[in-house]
C-alpha cells in the first residue's frame, strides 16, 4: 500500500514536470489559429513544422546557433578548467590569506549581477567589446561557484592519497593531472552543465550588450524574431531547438552529473 | 577514460577560440557593412550635406513590428538609403528585441553610448524626459509641422509644454463583438450599446444565456482594465501636478463597475489574474473585447467567427485607450539635428502610410490614414483615434500600475470596498510620488 502511494505521488510529480515540456514540442507543432484559441490544449489538431520553417528560413539562424555555441563553449571549457585547478589550491593547498581570499570571491557572488550591467558596459564600450563576442565570454570564463563545488569535494578526500603519490616521488602537477582530476571529474562535469545551462540560456546580458544581430546567440536571435504580440508556436518551436543542446549535454554528463551533485554536497 | 574526455574537449575548446578569435576580429568589418541596415552612398553625400546642413551618421534602434514576414526589414533599409540620399547623413538602423528593451536602453544611455533615435511609448516618455535622457525637439519642429497629426497623438509625445517625440503609430481600442452571439442573444448588430447602462443590460443578458460578456485581464495593463472606464467615467489617475485624482467620486465609479461585472460573473472567473483571455473569445465564449487593430487583423485571418466593432463606450465622456508609438532622440546624441530630422522623415505622410500600411498600426497623420480605404474595420478604428487616451502620461504612470492592481485584486477577491480600493490606491500612488 505504501509503495502504491508513493508511486502514485511521483507519477503526479513526473507529469507535472514534463507538462511543460510537453506543452512546448507539442505546441510548436501547431497552426497559429489553434495556438490561438487553446495555447495550453496539448495535441495540435494539424501538425505542421510550418513554425521551424519560420525559424530556419530566417538567413542568419546558423549564425545565431553558432553564437550561441561560442559564447557557451568557451566559458564551459574554462570554468571546468579553471575549477579544478582553483578548487583543488584552496581545497588542498596551504598559503598566506587562503580564507580571506576564497570568501571574498564567494561575497562577489551576493551582489545582484544587475548592479555590474552599467560599470561592466562603460567598460565595455572603452575596451570596443560591445557588439563582440568578448563581452560575453570574456566576464564568463572562471565562476567562483564551480571552484566552490570543486573545493567542497575535494575537501573530502584524504590527505593520504596527494602523501603516497608524494613519496612516489610524484609533484604538484602530476598529482593533479593523475589523481586529482580523474576524481574530481564527476564534479567538473556538473560545474560544466550548470555553465553550459546558464550560458547558453542568457538572453539578458546579450541583449544589452549586442545590437548587430549577426551577433546575436538564438536566445536574442529567437526574441528579435518575434513582434509585440508574439507567436505562440514560433516561441515554442524556438524554444525546443533551444532546447535539444542542453538536453543532449545533460543526457551525456549525466551520471557523471548525478555524481557530482551527491558528492559536492548540493542536495 | 576521464582523462581521454579531457583531451577532446581540450582539442574541441581550441579549435573554438581559434575560430571565436577570428570571428570577433573580424566582426568590425560586418559592423560596418552589415549591422542589420546601414547606408554607404559615399561621394554623393557631400552635395547633399552642403545642401540640407546637416552631416555625419546616426543611429536608429527600433523594434520587430511585425513578425518579419511583409517587407519591414525592407522598408527599413529604404528609409535609411533615402534619408542618406536626401541629407547625406548615414542612418545605422538597428532592430532590438522587445523584451527588456527599457534595461537595454537605459544602460547605453547611462554608459553615455546608445542609439541617437529611439522607439518609446508615452508611459515610458516622461520618465525618460524627467531623467533628461531624450531631447526636447520643440526647437527642431514648428508648430506648422506638427499640425498634421491627430491630437491625441502630439498630446502622448509632449510633457509639461516640451515637444519630446515624433508620433509614428497609434492604436484605438474599442469593443469588438461575436455577431453569432449577437444573433442568439436576438441583438441587432445596428443597435448596439453605447452607453454603461445599455451594455449592463447586454451583459445580463449574455450571461442569462451562458456566455461572458467581456473579457477583463486584471494580470495584465490597466490600459487594457481599468482606465477606460475610468476616463469613461470622467475620472482619471494623477495629473501633470502631481494631484491625485483616483479616489475621486467619478473614479470610484469605474471600480464599482469593475466589481460589479464580477460579481454578476459577467467577467470570467480568472479575471483576477488572467493576461488574456483570447481563448474564451477565439473559442465563441465570450461577447465582446476590447480589441485594437491587431486583433481585428487576427480575427479577419483566422476568422473564428463574423464580429462587428462597435464604437467605445461612454458613461460621462466617450474614451478608450489607445497607445501611440513615438521615435525620441537621445540627449546625448552627437547629431541631435539628424536625429531630428529623420524624426520627423520617418514620421512624413508617405513613411506613415509605408510604415503603417505593412505594420497593420494607424497612422497619426489624418492624411495618411487612407491606407485604409480599402479596409473598412481598420478605417472605423482608425475614426477613433480621437477618442483614444494613451495611458497614463507620468513619470511614475508605469509603477502606479502594480500598485492599483493590487488593489482591485483585492477588490475582486471580496476583501474590501471600491471606494476603500480607490483611497489604497491613492495612498500607494502618494507613496510613490513622494518617496
Redesign the interface.
Known amino acids: 500500500m505504501k509503495k502504491v502511494i508513493s508511486y502514485t505521488a511521483l507519477a503526479i510529480l513526473a507529469i507535472v514536470f514534463i507538462m511543460p515540456f510537453i506543452i512546448m514540442v507539442f505546441g510548436s507543432l501547431k497552426e497559429v489559429k489553434q495556438a490561438q484559441i487553446d495555447p495550453l490544449f496539448w495535441l495540435p489538431t494539424n501538425p505542421s513544422i510550418q513554425n521551424y520553417i519560420t525559424i530556419f528560413s530566417n538567413g542568419i539562424f546558423l549564425r545565431w546557433i553558432w553564437n550561441s555555441i561560442v559564447i557557451t563553449v568557451i566559458p564551459v571549457m574554462t570554468q571546468m578548467i579553471f575549477a579544478a585547478l582553483l578548487g583543488y589550491i584552496f581545497a588542498k593547498k596551504q598559503f598566506w590569506g587562503k580564507e580571506a581570499i576564497f570568501w571574498t570571491f564567494m561575497a562577489v557572488i551576493m551582489i545582484p549581477q544587475q548592479l555590474f550591467i552599467i560599470p561592466k558596459y562603460i567598460m565595455f564600450a572603452d575596451f570596443g567589446w560591445i557588439n563582440t563576442y568578448w563581452a560575453l565570454i570574456v566576464p564568463e570564463l572562471w565562476a567562483i561557484m564551480g571552484v566552490f563545488l570543486v573545493r567542497q569535494f575535494l575537501q573530502g578526500i584524504p590527505k593520504d592519497l596527494e602523501e603516497a603519490a608524494y613519496i612516489d616521488g610524484a609533484n604538484d602537477w602530476q598529482i593533479f593531472f593523475k589523481i586529482i582530476l580523474p576524481l574530481s571529474f564527476p564534479v567538473v562535469a556538473t560545474v560544466g552543465t550548470f555553465a553550459f545551462i546558464s550560458n547558453w540560456n542568457d538572453l539578458f546580458q546579450p541583449l544589452i550588450y549586442l545590437t548587430n544581430e549577426k551577433m546575436f546567440p538564438v536566445t536574442v536571435g529567437l526574441a528579435s524574431m518575434l513582434g509585440k504580440e508574439g507567436n505562440f508556436g514560433v516561441e515554442m518551436a524556438g524554444a525546443t531547438i533551444s532546447f535539444i543542446p542542453t538536453f543532449l549535454i545533460f543526457i551525456f554528463f549525466q551520471r557523471y552529473f548525478t555524481e557530482g551533485i551527491t558528492m559536492s554536497g548540493i542536495k | 577514460m ?2 581521454s ?2 583531451k577532446k ?2 582539442l ?2 581550441l579549435v ?2 581559434l ?2 578569435v577570428m ?2 576580429c573580424s ?1 568590425d568589418e ?2 560596418s557593412t ?3 541596415t546601414t547606408t554607404d552612398n559615399g561621394s554623393a553625400n557631400s552635395e547633399t550635406e552642403e545642401s540640407t546642413g546637416l552631416s555625419g551618421e546616426i543611429t536608429v ?1 527600433a ?7 511583409t517587407g519591414e526589414g525592407d522598408m527599413w533599409k529604404t528609409f535609411a538609403a533615402d534619408f542618406e540620399s536626401e541629407t547625406g547623413v548615414k542612418v545605422n538602423f ?7 528593451r527599457d ?2 536602453i537605459l ?2 544611455l ?4 546608445g542609439p541617437d533615435v529611439f522607439y518609446v511609448i508615452p508611459d515610458q516618455m516622461p520618465q525618460y524626459a524627467e531623467q533628461q535622457l531624450i531631447l526636447d525637439i520643440s526647437q527642431y519642429v514648428t508648430d506648422e509641422e506638427l499640425s498634421g497629426f491627430v491630437p491625441t497623438a502630439i498630446e502622448a509625445t509632449s510633457w509639461k509644454g516640451k515637444q519630446y517625440g515624433m508620433p509614428i503609430l497609434q492604436t484605438a481600442e474599442s469593443l469588438v463583438y461575436n455577431k453569432e452571439i449577437l444573433t442568439e442573444l436576438g441583438v441587432d448588430e445596428n443597435s448596439l450599446p453605447t452607453t454603461w447602462d445599455e451594455f449592463k443590460a447586454l451583459a445580463e443578458k449574455a450571461k442569462a444565456a451562458g456566455y461572458y460578456a467581456f473579457s477583463y485581464a486584471g494580470g495584465g495593463s490597466l490600459n487594457n482594465t481599468l482606465y477606460p472606464f475610468l476616463w469613461q467615467a470622467g475620472g482619471n489617475v494623477i495629473d501633470e501636478s502631481n494631484n491625485i485624482l483616483i479616489n475621486k467620486p467619478e473614479a470610484v465609479k469605474s471600480f464599482e463597475l469593475i466589481n460589479e461585472m464580477y460579481t454578476k460573473g459577467w467577467i470570467p472567473q480568472d479575471s483576477i489574474t488572467a493576461l488574456d483571455h ?2 474564451l473569445y ?2 465563441g465564449k465570450l461577447l465582446a473585447v476590447n480589441g485594437s487593430g ?1 486583433s481585428v487583423n ?1 480575427l479577419l ?2 476568422k ?1 467567427f463574423d464580429f462587428v466593432i462597435a464604437p467605445p463606450l461612454k458613461d460621462a465622456e466617450q474614451l478608450t485607450y489607445g497607445t501611440v508609438g513615438m521615435f525620441v532622440g537621445s540627449a546625448i546624441s552627437k547629431n541631435p539635428e539628424a536625429a531630428a530630422e529623420f524624426m520627423k522623415y520617418v514620421t512624413n505622410t508617405e513613411n506613415q502610410r509605408t510604415f503603417n500600411n505593412i505594420t497593420q498600426y494607424i497612422p497619426t497623420r489624418d492624411d495618411a490614414k487612407d491606407i485604409f480605404d480599402s479596409q473598412p474595420y481598420m478605417a472605423q478604428l482608425a475614426g477613433y483615434t480621437q477618442y483614444a487616451k494613451p495611458g497614463i502620461i507620468h513619470p511614475e504612470g508605469r509603477n502606479i500600475m502594480p500598485v492599483v492592481q493590487a488593489e482591485i485584486q483585492a477588490m475582486l477577491e471580496g476583501k474590501q470596498s471600491p471606494q476603500e480600493a480607490a483611497d489604497k490606491s491613492a495612498e500607494a500612488i502618494d507613496k510613490l510620488i513622494n518617496k
Open positions: 576521464s582523462i574526455i579531457f574537449f581540450g574541441l575548446f573554438l577560440v575560430s571565436a570571428v570577433a566582426d560586418t559592423n552589415d549591422t542589420n534602434w523594434h520587430p513590428y511585425t513578425d518579419g514576414t538597428e532592430q532590438i528585441p522587445w523584451a527588456n534595461q537595454k544602460t547605453a547611462a554608459a553615455g553610448q483570447d481563448s477565439f473559442g491587431i487576427r485571418a483566422e473564428p
